[in-house]
């Protein structure tokens, strides 16, 4: 239930807590989901042009089957970056005959390499596995960035879609106003990584056994892409390198309360007011950090509806202090920054601006009607 607000109340901390949360329900009911109506329309338009396109890159090579399919409305496999980005993962199939190695050697990735020198003609993936053993992450998405590329000459979209060039990655630019990137990736699940094992942390009862299980359940993926921690060192073997994604276990963490509505209501003020250059900001840090919030805050009771107002600030407290040190960890795997090659210069001004933004919302919820 809405919490009612009624400006005539005493003006101690209760009505200002109030105003807030309704400024911000305001906000949310207005601004975030025009917002998410917005992306869902922009979403079918894209899925359909890359659905399209993988049918034809299935007609080549079988191996490659898409897995972009709808259900309950939403796109499996899709990931909103911002209101004009997405990314569509490519699950393939048959990991089977590889061991999952992740020693920390490289933050945020880990390898699959043959259990058996003997089963390499057994693979689905034979040509792209090194002489070392590994299933290497690049020469799939060479071979498949080969494909994507013949398909969109071929696909009956080929006059509003085409390749973004210069890039390892998979890239679609589509009628000059959306890109979508597509990732092969494998689902693991019912293993967890080593890198993950720290989660979660024994001295915080957030979020509790049965979740904690429902998300390591959830599995991971990993994903054929360049892996940021690496830029600008990567050997062959850090090519062939895949790249942990959390995204399913993620979802599931931010089940309950208010927390998917704070998410929502951060993922509006960045795409408004924090889309700056350099990119330092994404909706990957807003979500990251309203689960470092979760482990602050880990009662229920913290996240009422009459507590968002207070969520949200110590989100953005946190967001300023993350900018400022120029660090943030990744939730699950803290050893890898998700600030890790953004230019110093860019961090320093969303910090500013987020605490302009920060003290506007606080000193004067009223704002958020133009914000």
Not at 83 to 99: A, D, H, I, K, S
Not at 163 to 183: G, N, P, W
Not at 239 to 261: H, I, M, P, T, Y
Request: hydrophobic share 35%; charged share 25%; with cysteine.
């Amino acid at each position: 239930m809405t919490p009612v607000y009624n400006p005539d109340l005493c003006p101690n901390m209760i009505a200002a807590q109030a105003k807030l949360v309704y400024h911000l329900n305001k906000y949310y009911n207005e601004k975030c989901q025009s917002r998410k109506a917005a992306i869902s329309k922009t979403i079918r338009e894209v899925c359909k042009v890359v659905s399209d396109v993988l049918k034809e890159v299935e007609v080549q090579e079988p191996r490659f089957i898409s897995s972009l399919s709808e259900m309950d409305n939403r796109f499996e496999g899709l990931e909103v970056i911002s209101p004009t980005e997405f990314e569509v993962v490519l699950y393939l199939n048959q990991m089977g005959v590889f061991n999952f190695v992740d020693d920390g050697s490289l933050p945020g990735c880990a390898v699959l390499k043959l259990s058996d020198g003997r089963k390499r003609s057994m693979s689905l993936w034979v040509e792209f596995i090194t002489a070392s053993g590994y299933l290497s992450a690049r020469k799939i998405r060479s071979r498949f960035q080969t494909l994507v590329a013949q398909a969109v000459d071929k696909c009956s979209y080929r006059d509003v879609v085409k390749m973004v060039a210069d890039t390892s990655e998979v890239k679609l630019r589509i009628r000059d106003r959306y890109v979508v990137q597509i990732t092969p990736a494998f689902k693991c699940t019912g293993i967890w990584p080593r890198s993950a094992a720290h989660w979660p942390l024994p001295h915080i009862p957030w979020p509790g056994p049965n979740r904690v299980a429902e998300v390591k359940a959830e599995g991971f993926n990993l994903l054929s892409k360049e892996c940021y921690s690496l830029n600008g060192k990567q050997s062959s073997a850090e090519s062939d390198a895949w790249v942990l994604q959390f995204a399913e276990a993620e979802n599931r963490l931010l089940l309950g309360g208010c927390r998917k509505k704070c998410l929502s209501v951060l993922k509006a003020l960045r795409d408004r007011h924090l889309e700056l250059p350099g990119q330092p900001l994404n909706n990957y840090h807003m979500k990251t950090l309203v689960s470092y919030e979760c482990e602050k805050h880990p009662r229920e009771s913290d996240w009422d509806e009459n507590c968002l107002g207070d969520r949200l600030n110590g989100i953005l407290l946190q967001l300023i202090s993350c900018l400022q040190c120029r660090r943030c960890p990744h939730y699950f795997l803290p050893n890898l920054d998700l600030f890790q090659g953004k230019p110093h210069s860019a961090l320093e001004n969303a910090a500013k601006q987020t605490w302009r933004l920060a003290r506007e919302i606080l000193t004067n919820p009223k704002s958020l009607e133009k914000l």
